[in-house]
């Protein structure tokens, strides 16, 4: 068993899995082009292989192999029967496996989580802050694998962005040759670039911080819910209904120094 294997091992037993399933889970977040398979279903919803290969960039084939390995047991994607049979070409779900260990939180729960530490840690002295943040993380049951999860996420959220781009450029494209867009509700392509930098020097900053962004995201997730009641109220159809993405990378830009 390879190191990565048993670091996840530490993790995963206690979810109950054997160790076919953690070499399963290990798998996919060793293999990129799996884990974007998974990471675009969970973003654009069930997709066949066509339009995967278009949100991947990858030929159909190279997906098709990779689709095959996913819904060998124990399976992360399963076939949905309901669009398969509506639509052209076999539809792809996630799997409870697939949406319990590659998925974000819900944004309101996350909300919550933040916020409850911070009132926690906003009691506390820097000192004793900083040493519930260190023990916090040393406890962390995916400590040893976040930063490679992390890396994987990126690397999807490049392959979102460079999508983003394209609709952008082809959008710009349309608008300079003088033509019209076929879909007039939505015309358009867009990407939003937005950072920012400051300096902190305690992790009752650092967590106040991310209790900021967790209450922008939970608002986002109830504008989703909001949005979706006036799509369905006014019986939009699916293909008529623009998927949008937003995410945000923060962290520290300073060098950490340990004792030996």
Do not use: W
Request: charged letters at 30%.
């Amino acid at each position: 068993m390879s190191k990565k294997i048993k670091n996840l091992d530490i993790k995963f037993k206690d979810r109950g899995y054997d160790e076919k399933t953690i070499n399963r889970i290990a798998e996919v977040y060793n293999i990129e082009t799996r884990h974007a398979i998974i990471m675009a279903i969970n973003t654009f919803g069930s997709s066949n292989i066509k339009k995967l290969a278009k949100i991947l960039g990858k030929n159909e084939a190279t997906i098709y192999y990779h689709i095959k390995e996913l819904t060998k047991q124990p399976e992360f994607l399963q076939i949905d029967q309901e669009m398969t049979n509506s639509l052209k070409g076999i539809y792809y779900s996630l799997t409870e496996l697939a949406l319990r260990n590659f998925c974000d939180t819900h944004p309101v729960e996350m909300e919550d989580a933040f916020t409850q530490l911070y009132d926690l840690l906003e009691k506390k002295s820097d000192e004793e802050a900083a040493k519930f943040y260190f023990e916090l993380m040393a406890k962390n049951p995916e400590i040893g694998e976040t930063a490679q999860r992390d890396r994987r996420r990126l690397s999807y959220y490049r392959i979102l962005e460079n999508f983003m781009l394209n609709n952008l450029e082809n959008t710009e494209k349309i608008v300079l040759a003088g033509k019209k867009p076929l879909n007039e509700r939505y015309p358009m392509g867009s990407i939003s670039l937005s950072s920012f930098d400051m300096k902190i020097s305690s992790p009752k900053q650092l967590f106040e911080i991310l209790k900021t962004i967790s209450e922008m995201f939970g608002n986002l997730a109830r504008l989703k819910e909001k949005f979706e009641k006036q799509m369905d109220e006014k019986n939009i159809p699916d293909e008529e209904r623009i998927d949008v993405h937003y995410h945000m990378v923060g962290g520290e830009i300073a060098e950490f120094k340990f004792t030996k």
